[in-house]
Each structure stands twice: as structure tokens, then as C-alpha cells.
């Protein structure tokens, strides 16, 4: 059975910083792919960022150069270190991994909140 659990999230203050922790149990982490969505209640999920199994990145327009996405797959985690954060970033942020078969997993997500 595969779990995804995300740690992380809080409540910060503009221009502040946090590490986002996406640890899998369940699947063979090193070939799967893993992303980082995020959602505002009553809008779409929005694609954040990705990271292939060789470690290729791509991000969001909105979080280019503030947010980074990496992975540990000693540790079966992939990370979200954002930076600079702003209150439009603030949304449930849910990590998604991709198993080298194509089936994707969820898992259920960490608040994160920006505000003064």
C-alpha cells in the first residue's frame, strides 16, 4: 500500500521561508517522478513543481526563482523549500508521486499560510 505523507506547512509571515517534506512509503521512490500542486478552496489544483527520476526540475511561473523542489531517495522525500513567500502562495499544498508504471499517488496535503 502506498502513502505519501507531507509534513511542514505553518503559518508565516510575508517574505518568510519554509521546507515543505513529502516522505513515501510503499512504492519504489528512485524511478517514480514527484510534483508539488497546490489549492485554494474553490479554485483548481495548480501544478507548483516537478522532479523527474534523474532529478530534472520545472516550476510554475508564479514560484520560479523562489521555490525548489528536490528529492532524497535515501530518504524516499521530496522537498519544497520555498522562500520569499507571499500571501497568494497560501493554500493547501499536496505532494503527488508518479510510479515508474504511470500510477499516480496523493497524499492528503499541508496547510501553509501567509500573512502578517
Known amino acids: 500500500q502506498v502513502q505519501l505523507v507531507e509534513s511542514g506547512g505553518g503559518l508565516v509571515q510575508p517574505g518568510g521561508s519554509l521546507r515543505l517534506s513529502c516522505t513515501a512509503s510503499?512504492?519504489?521512490?528512485?524511478?517514480?517522478?514527484a510534483a508539488w500542486y497546490r489549492q485554494v478552496s474553490g479554485k483548481e489544483r495548480e501544478l507548483v513543481a516537478t522532479?523527474?527520476?534523474?532529478?530534472?526540475?520545472n516550476y510554475a511561473d508564479s514560484v520560479k526563482g523562489r521555490f525548489t523542489i528536490s528529492r532524497d531517495n535515501a530518504k524516499n522525500t521530496v522537498y519544497l523549500q520555498t522562500s520569499s513567500l507571499k500571501p497568494e502562495d497560501t493554500a493547501v499544498y499536496y505532494c503527488?508521486?508518479?510510479?515508474?508504471?504511470?500510477?499516480?499517488?496523493w497524499g492528503k496535503g499541508t496547510l501553509v499560510t501567509v500573512s502578517s
Open positions: 503527488k508521486v508518479v510510479s515508474r508504471y504511470g500510477y499516480p499517488y
Open positions: 510503499g512504492i519504489f521512490f528512485s524511478s517514480s517522478a
Open positions: 522532479i523527474n527520476s534523474g532529478g530534472s526540475t
